[in-house]
Every structure is written in C-alpha cells, then in structure tokens.
C-alpha cells in the first residue's frame, strides 16, 4: 500500500530565506512523486515530479525536490522564498505498476511567507 | 497544453435539489477522469475514477447512487449530487488523465486538475 507523510502541517518563512517542505513516503513498488500547489479557493497546479530519471527534478517558480530512495523522501526546496510562494503544498505518490493511476495525497503543508 | 475546465466555479441549492458538475478537458483527451473533494483546511479524497465509456469505480464508503458519475465522451465527465444535503457541502474537483502518455515507458500518470466547484447547501 501506499502513503505520504508531509512531517509539516505549516511552515512559515521570511521572504528571501529558502524553503523547505518534507514529504516521506511508502510505496510497494516503483513510485512516481509529484508535488502540487494549490492557492486558496483554486485547483492544483503541479509543480514538479518524479518519474524514475533524475533524482533531482527542477520544476516551475524555482522550485525542486529531490528523490533519496534509502530515507523514501521526497522533500520540496527553494531557495529565496516570495510572497506569492504563500498556499497549500501537496505531496503525492502514484504506484506506476496500478493500471488503477490513483493518486494518494498527503495532508498538505501550509507555506506562509512573512514579509 | 493540459487545460481542464469546472463548470460551474461555485454553486449554491437548497436541499434536496440535485447538482451537475462539469470536467472538461480543454486540449487532450481524457479516457480517465477522477473526481475529488476537499473539505475546508484538508487534503484531497478520491471519491471515484471516471472512465469514458464504462461505470465509474467508487472508492470505499462513497455512495454511488448519491454521486452519478457520467464520462459520455473523452473530454466530458459530469459529477451530480442527487438530494444534496448540507453535509455534501465541499469543494469537489476533477482531474484528467493525458492520454497522450498512454503507453510510454516513461508514462508519470500525470493528472492535471480543475480549478474546482465549491458546492454550498443550504
């Protein structure tokens, strides 16, 4: 079976200074990674994702993650936070084996960015 | 490229009333949807997989008869709340699966998302 563990739920960060989200997870078989961002009242919009290439995958807006299989993380990282860097940060595994491509969420990491 | 659309963005019925909700994928098409809901301040629960041309599969503890499921064609899915009740209220989103990656070796199951339906019942 698979989960995600987002060890945050809020993160609060000065404007400038970097950024860290962390995401565990536990996957039976090959996983693909994604993390999403999701501002108030909106949809998800996918900023990066895994796929079994590099392990160090760049995604929009400056942000990137990298996929260390022997501590099954996946931590989010940018390194000068913006004020519009400020909603909701999901962290998502997909067994790429289930023909089913269900997506299983984390709970979601708050990001606050102080001016 | 991988738009997908909600219609409406938000929707108020008094209860007992049924509502439709639209996903449509803008630019590719979709033989796989999900629909999804969010209640305030928490992450995302699968409610059921959508597939063109075929019933939908519920995930555990969702009432199929309650929220139809309707994939008619490989840009549509409708989800409708048959005599909503206030407890239904929620934000329900879609997402949609690019067939483009079908078939690849490198396929990542990419969803691209809705913007979302906020759905109030009074």
């Known amino acids: 079976a698979q989960s995600v563990t987002q060890l945050d739920s809020h993160v609060s960060v000065s404007e400038g200074t970097p950024v860290l989200l962390r995401c565990n997870y536990s996957?039976?078989?090959?996983?693909?990674l994604f993390w999403y961002v999701q501002h108030p009242n909106k949809g998800l919009q996918l900023l990066l994702k895994?796929?079994?290439?590099?392990?160090l995958v760049k995604g929009i807006n400056g942000f990137e993650a990298e996929f260390k299989k022997s501590e099954t993380s996946f931590h989010l990282t940018k390194p000068s936070a913006h004020m519009s860097d400020a909603a909701e940060y999901f962290c998502?595994?997909?067994?790429?084996?289930?023909?089913?491509?269900?997506?299983?969420f984390g709970s979601g990491t708050r990001l606050l960015v102080r001016p | 490229g991988a738009v997908v659309s909600q219609h409406p963005s938000r929707v108020i019925c008094k209860s007992g009333t049924s509502v439709k909700i639209e996903c449509r994928s803008l630019?590719?098409?979709?033989?796989?949807m999900f629909w999804y809901r969010q209640f305030p301040k928490q992450s995302l629960m699968l409610m059921a997989t959508?597939?063109?041309?075929?019933?939908?599969?519920?995930e555990q503890g969702v009432e199929k008869d309650k929220f139809l499921i309707n994939h008619a064609s490989l840009t549509l899915s409708t989800l409708t709340v048959t005599s909503a009740h206030p407890e239904d209220s929620s934000f329900y989103i879609c997402?949609?699966?690019?067939?483009?990656?079908?078939?690849?070796?490198?396929?990542?199951?990419?969803?691209?998302f809705g913007p979302g339906t906020r759905l109030t019942v009074l």
């Open positions: 997402s949609a699966r690019d067939n483009r990656l079908a078939g690849q070796i490198s396929s990542t199951d990419t969803q691209y």
């Open positions: 996957s039976s078989y090959s996983p693909s």
């Open positions: 895994y796929t079994s290439a590099a392990t």
């Open positions: 998502v595994v997909s067994d790429r084996g289930d023909s089913s491509y269900k997506l299983i």
């Open positions: 630019d590719f098409q979709a033989t796989t």
């Open positions: 959508s597939n063109e041309g075929s019933k939908a599969t519920y």
